[in-house]
Structure formats: C-alpha cells, structure tokens
C-alpha cells in the first residue's frame, strides 16, 4: 500500500463528510427522492386498544379524486405469519392479516392515491367500524399478567443472600421509582418507498440496518433475501424507533404488489407516535443496603415493564446492577408485563437509562442516610472484577471518569446538605451518577476495493442515522489502509452491500470497523497489478469470540447543576457535564457531539418527556410535538463532554461503541441535583412542575 501514512485519521476531529450535504438541502431523506409513476399510501389506524374491525367502507373514498384503491384486512396480500425479528416471532409485523386490532393506533387500513394530499383527503373520508372490547393499560408490576422477562440478554443475577446481608445493614434504602412511555421522536418521520420488479422487491427506507430490513421484508413474503433491496442512504435519527422494520415499509411492500406501481407512506409526526414504537413504562424497586462506614453489603434491584403480547421484548433496567458496584449480595429481577399496548422497542439507551435512574437515585438516597458524600460512596464500592459474572473489566475507567469529572465540576466546594443554597429566590443544587453500558461487536460483512486510480472503495452495510458513522468509518479505513482519508470512498446504507449489523445496541461502529479493519488486511495480501482492481470481502461470523472472558462495557459520570424555583416548580438545569470512558475515540468533534445528544436526550427524559393516555380508549393524549414534551433548546444548557484515556482490548483498534452511555445516567444526576436543591426525592419522572411543589 501507498507510503504516505503520515497522519493517522483515527483520533482527528474532521466535521462529517456529508455535513454540506445536510445543511445546504441536497441530502435526499426517503422521502425526497423523485421516483416516475410515485403513488402515496396514507394510513388509517385503530381508534381503540383492543377490539375487531367490523367494516371497513370504501365507498366514499373509492370515488374520491385519484384514488387507486383501499388495503384492509379483507383484500391485503398475505404475509408469512413466522416472520419475527431477532427476539423470535413479532406479531406487530403482521399487518392488515385479520380483523384484530390489539392497540390503539395499529393500522386497520391503507388508501392509495396518485398524491399524498389525495391520500389524505380519501383516507379522512374512510368509515372503519371497530367493535371495541375491554383493554387493561394498568400498568403494575405486581399485574397479574406479570411474567419473567426473557433472559436472552443473559441470566438474572443471584449472588449472595441478600435478605442476610440486609438483615446485618446500619442502612437500609427500598424506593420505588417509575418512568413512563415515552417516544423516540427522531426529525424525520419514518417512511419508505416500495416497488417490485417481478418478484425483486426493492425499497427505500428510513431505517438503522437495511440488511435486516431486507431479511424481516424476504420473511414477511417468504422470498429469498437476494430478492430484496433495500437503500436507506440518509436517516434523520433513529434512536432505536427506526431499528426494526417499520410498519410503513411493510405496509408500502404491500400497497405496491398490489396495485402494480412504486408506494410511498411518509408517515405524520402523529402516526409516528401512535404506531411506531416507544419506550415502556417502568415500575422499579431498588433495595440496598450499606455498613456505617458506606460499604455496600446489599443490591437488589426489581424492575417491571409493560409490552405487547404481539411480540418479545426486553428492557433491561437492571443490567447496572451487575456491573456497578461491589456488594456480598447483588439479586436482579426483571418482569415483563403484557399490557393492550403499543409494542415497545430500544430507546436511547434502553433498560440502562430507566434502570440507571432508578438505580443512581437510590445510590445517593443511601449516601444521604449515611451522611456522606456521593462521590466518595460510589469511589468507595468500587469492584475489582465484574461483581456478579466474576470475570475481570477488558477495561473500566469509570474511577477516572469520575474523578476527572468532579474536578471540573468543582464537586469538592459542594455542601452536601439539601436546600444549602440559594440564589435570590431560587434553590439550587447539584447532583451527579455514574453509568455503564454494555459493549461488544456483531458479525458485519465489508468489502474494499483497490482502484486503478489510487483510491479505495469500502462498502459496508452499516447506517448513519446521524451519529456521524460514514465519517468515522472512513477515518478506520484510511488507517486500517494506511492511506490518507481522501483516497477512501465509504458506501452505506444498503441491503446488497452484504450482512452487517445495524446502528444499534451501541455495536454498529465497533461491528462495522472490525469488518473494514479485516477486509483490509486481507487487501493488503493480495495487491498485485495495479492496472486491474482488487477487491477483498470479509465476513467476520467466524472472526467472533462471544464469550471473550472478560466483562465489556462503557462507563460514565454526569453532573448537574439545577436551580428550582420554589413557587412554580419550574426546574431548570444550568450545567451539565459528561466524562465518558469509551475506548479509543475516533472522531473527538463527532463524538462529543454524539454524547451530548446523549446527555440533552437524558435531561429531557428528566424534566419533560411522557406519553400520556386516556384509560378509557388507550388512545394517546399528547401524540405530537404540542402536546409531548422534549427539551428544546432554551431547556439546555451549556454542555460539556470529553472523554478519558480508554483503549478497548478486545477490540482491534481500541474502539467501544458510544451510541448510548451518553443517555444513560443524566436522568439521575438531574434528580439528585433537585433533591439537593430542595430537599424532595424525585422518584418519578419526570420532574414535572407539580411533583416538585
Ligand atoms: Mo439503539 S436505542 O439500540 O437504536
């Protein structure tokens, strides 16, 4: 390969390679691109959380300008009813196949007309009959539907005896704590344009994976995945709403095959709340128990939350509690509960951020009793080796993040005495927590190309929703080449680019760069004429260790600084500060500004962020951007991130993913800091202004 390896690319802050693009309009989204003989599909969902369709009647909207025809479940093509995502079978893909409507919000038809307006215009005029049927939304983790959550994300941890350990404890802290539903909210709504070529399905779509895109689509119509073509070039965020095969891209396969011509659903900001996905309510209840001198003796952490019978999930709230601290006696329970509800999916960070609220809370309820310090109680519990798998940390800087982050801070002049401070009328206080994230990698295919003219092609079918990854791929390319960046040519964002994982789970970069980094040594051994292009392609399914021996994760401390006001109960948070141990960073400009996304998402789920439904019909009652809150940008404050010296060592280049440690831990910091600041636990979120009076 070519000498002039004189700059590593890995490390630099470079602004991302598509920023022009974005900002001067000429990235094209899904819905953007220009397709002859475009038709659009607008839905028509169910107005009650369970029941049946009784009549679908067209005939006013049939004769309706433009008009191609109507989809229900009587005339809609028939899809594979053992089509499921990774958690097994998913019911919620299963559109339009009978008359059953199992939530508020589920698509109970589709009207197909030459514009989106006329779409519109004809789907209002619809008459859908439901026959309504008691629905339970009573979300309680002592339900009695309550069940065991799987433990395909591993077991529950049972270490110690913990009623013993309680039992012998100068302190003891049992809180409970819940968060609601809540929505992703990306900027672009979900959408997708579907058309066959015989039977070659292919698809433009808003998603965080088009390869497992194509593999739900090739199940749903029992086709072989080579069949299926799915391109999602630029995706306007995801924060796991988009992970999965969305129901408009299912819903415009269908429209399509049917009717013979290109189907586009750009979805509304309503639909995207009421029938995409969301984050479940949590109900929590965390034990602990610590000696005088602030030893913990005992964790336990009981975590319940709703979802959909249609389909498995698993919001692992109490993941933390194996990792953070060291304890004799360390119990988890997670207990799914099946509710007529939205079908939850991963939402920024799931199970950790909910959990980590929960968890980081009672942490400083328990420094609070013993009268100590925060930091110094969390510095003090520190584990040698994963507390409840025993295996040693690959590596846990998580004590340099702390450290470094209250010497920013200046956590060292705090007083730790509740309502100790004042500014005029105002309270304030300051709070903090830690965070851990599970890291790891997934099998990904890639493929490089050297050209005859000195460049390389890198394909790989990886996802930028945003996060910066086209530009970060790039950098690991050029020095896992040995080339400057300019030379390095990245394709994404397509099914036929071959298996890969998608942006999720915070393993895409780390599962992309291990495929690009093996897919050029591979190159670098087979260079021989450089007037013919080479190409090296790698799978890295057999290149795996899953079970490494070792306890991977991402680590955290947040701070916050909060000023309440005492007769409106209005919080707002004044500073905020991450320190992140992440691996090796990649791209410190795009990173920092992936956490502190992170933290801004994690501040709104504090003080803004729930869904709320009406209990008689299940029906949302603030399912848009007036209605459901998130943190705008007079909410924020000046915020900072950086990241501690990190190397990943059972990663080829040191990398961790940082999708979601950003999110995680910023809820608690933001509660401790208000219970700092006047004195009241806030043990729900979020902190609305009538919780805090
Ligand atoms: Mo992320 S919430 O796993 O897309």
């Known amino acids: 390969m070519s000498p002039d390896r004189t700059v590593g690319a890995v490390g630099a802050s470079r602004p991302r390679i598509e920023g022009g693009l974005k900002v001067t309009g000429a990235a094209r989204y899904t819905a953007d691109v220009p397709m002859p003989g475009l038709v659009h599909g607008q839905l028509v969902t169910a107005t009650t959380s369970r029941g049946r369709v009784r009549d679908v009647d067209a005939s006013t909207a049939l004769g309706m300008p433009g008009v191609l025809g109507v989809l229900d479940h009587r005339n809609a093509p028939r899809l594979n009813p053992k089509a499921g995502n990774y958690f097994g079978p998913d019911g919620s893909l299963l559109l339009l196949q009978d008359e059953v409507v199992p939530y508020a919000g589920w698509p109970v038809a589709l009207v197909v007309a030459e514009t989106p307006e006329q779409a519109r215009a004809a789907a209002a005029a619809l008459r859908v009959t439901c026959d309504a049927e008691p629905h339970d939304l009573d979300f309680d983790m002592d339900h009695p539907a309550a069940r065991p959550a799987s433990t395909a994300f591993g077991p529950e941890a049972d270490t110690g005896d913990l009623e013993a350990e309680l039992a012998a404890c100068a302190v003891v802290v049992e809180e409970r704590y819940r968060t609601p539903e809540e929505s992703h909210c990306a900027m672009e709504p979900h959408a997708s344009t579907a058309w066959w070529e015989g039977d070659h399905l292919h698809a433009l779509d808003a998603n965080q994976g088009a390869f497992s895109v194509s593999e739900v689509l090739a199940a749903l119509w029992s086709i072989d995945r080579e069949r299926v073509h799915v391109r999602s070039e630029h995706v306007g965020g995801g924060f796991g709403g988009k992970g999965v095969c969305g129901p408009q891209m299912i819903l415009a396969s269908m429209a399509s095959k049917r009717f013979g011509r290109p189907v586009r659903i750009a979805m509304t900001r309503a639909q995207v709340f009421e029938t995409t996905s969301s984050r479940p309510r949590t109900e929590q209840l965390v034990t602990i128990g610590a000696d005088a001198d602030g030893r913990l003796r005992a964790v336990g952490h009981r975590a319940a939350y709703a979802l959909s019978p249609l389909a498995e999930y698993i919001e692992a709230c109490t993941e933390q509690a194996k990792v953070l601290y060291a304890a004799p006696a360390i119990r988890t329970r997670l207990t799914a509960v099946p509710l007529d509800v939205l079908p939850p999916a991963s939402m920024r960070g799931p199970g950790a951020t909910p959990g980590s609220f929960a968890l980081e809370s009672a942490i400083d309820e328990v420094a609070e009793r013993l009268d100590v310090d925060p930091v110094r109680l969390r ?257 924020v404050p000046d915020v900072e991130a950086d990241f501690v010296p990190d190397y990943e060592p059972l990663d080829p280049s040191g990398f961790n993913g940082l999708g979601e440690i950003g999110t995680a831990g910023t809820a608690a910091a933001i509660a401790n800091a208000v219970w700092h600041a006047t004195g009241t636990r806030q043990r729900t979120l979020p902190i609305r202004l009538d919780r805090v009076l």
């Not at 004590?399 to 309270?427: I, K």
């Not at 460049?455 to 929703?465: M, P, R």
């Not at 599962?511 to 690009?516: C, E, Q, T």
């Open 379 to 635: 510095l003090r519990n520190q584990p040698s080796v994963a507390p409840v798998s025993g295996l040693p940390f690959s590596t846990r800087r998580l004590v340099s993040c702390v450290q470094e982050g209250a010497r920013r801070f200046g956590w060292a002049a705090r007083d730790r005495r509740p309502r100790s401070r004042r500014e005029g009328p105002l309270l304030i206080g300051t709070g903090m927590a830690t965070a851990s994230f599970s890291a790891g990698v997934f099998p990904s295919t890639a493929s490089i190309t050297a050209e005859v003219d000195g460049t390389f092609t890198v394909s790989v079918g990886a996802s930028d929703i945003g996060t910066g990854a086209r530009t970060a791929l790039t950098a690991v390319a050029a020095d896992a080449l040995g080339v400057d960046a300019g030379r390095v040519r990245l394709r994404i964002g397509d099914s036929d680019l071959g298996m890969a994982w998608g942006a999720g789970g915070s393993r895409g970069t780390t599962s992309w760069s291990f495929a690009i980094t093996e897919a050029a040594k591979e190159l670098r051994g087979r260079l021989g004429d450089p007037a013919r292009p080479v190409t090296a392609t790698v799978d890295t399914s057999a290149l795996i260790d899953f079970q490494p021996g070792r306890e991977r994760q991402t680590f955290s401390a947040v701070f916050a600084e909060v000023a309440v006001d005492p007769a409106t109960g209005e919080v707002r948070v004044r500073r905020l500060l991450g320190v992140f141990a992440v691996g090796r960073v990649i791209n410190p400009l795009l990173a920092r500004g992936q956490v502190v996304g992170g933290m801004v998402m994690g501040l709104s789920m504090a003080l803004h962020e729930e869904s709320v439904r009406d209990p008689r019909t299940g029906r949302l009652a603030n399912g848009d951007f007036a209605g459901y809150h998130i943190a705008a940008h007079a909410d």
